[in-house]
């Protein structure tokens, strides 16, 4: 019966399984740290994508912050349509209007009433023509301080309220003081048309042999 001798293990050869069984660890441990290196190698892709975003937004409020071309074309209109009424009324004040006419028209029809059954020549001319001019510059100063209250208005009130997002426009301000001048300029014809300052009422001469 043959025998097999026991292998007899040496300390060189414990010390290499030793090695062996380190470097087996070691690879073992390796994917772990690759996946590592992965997520590293990951997250500055996501760091990048962050000042896109970023930059989305910045983009975004951007567009907020534009201005709408239709509210810019809003901005001022009724300003502005006020400011050309102004306008209008202190031309209407110099130049006369239709309502003007008929007032006068009607003052006349009423002198003529009251001296048809008799009167002196003053009291027709008063009556009948004095009565009628003074009513046309009365009319014509009511325009005339319309248009001066309306350019007023216009023109002081960005001072009061919530303050506006831009200013007036120029145009809305220079179509606002044409109205306020001509309106000061029609209070001063009417006032003095009213009051005779610039012709005073024809005087009836003295009847011969009176």
């Known amino acids: 019966m043959n025998t097999t001798p026991a292998k007899t293990t040496t300390p060189d050869e414990t010390a290499a399984a030793q090695d062996a069984a380190a470097k087996d660890t070691e690879t073992k441990d390796a994917p772990g740290t690759s996946s590592g290196a992965g997520d590293s190698a990951t997250a500055p892709d996501d760091l990048s994508t962050q000042p896109e975003g970023d930059a989305a937004d910045d983009g975004i409020a951007d567009e907020d912050l534009e201005s709408d071309p ?93 303050p506006a997002d831009r200013p007036q426009p120029a145009w809305v301000r220079a179509v606002a003081l044409a109205g306020v001048a001509l309106g000061v300029l029609g209070v001063l014809i009417s006032a003095g048309m009213y009051f005779d300052l610039f012709a005073s009422l024809p005087s009836a001469g003295t009847p011969a042999g009176g």
């Open 70 to 162: 239709f509210e810019t074309a809003r901005h001022g209109v009724g300003a502005g349509a006020a400011a050309v009424v102004s306008a209008a009324l202190g031309v209407v004040a110099l130049t006369g209007a239709w309502s003007g006419r008929v007032a006068a028209e009607r003052e006349t029809l009423i002198g003529q009433i009251k001296t048809s059954g008799g009167g002196s020549a003053a009291q027709q001319i008063s009556e009948i023509y004095g009565d009628a001019w003074h009513t046309t510059a009365l009319v014509n100063g009511i325009f005339a301080v319309l248009a001066l209250l309306v350019g007023v208005v216009v023109l002081v009130r960005p001072a009061f309220g919530a």
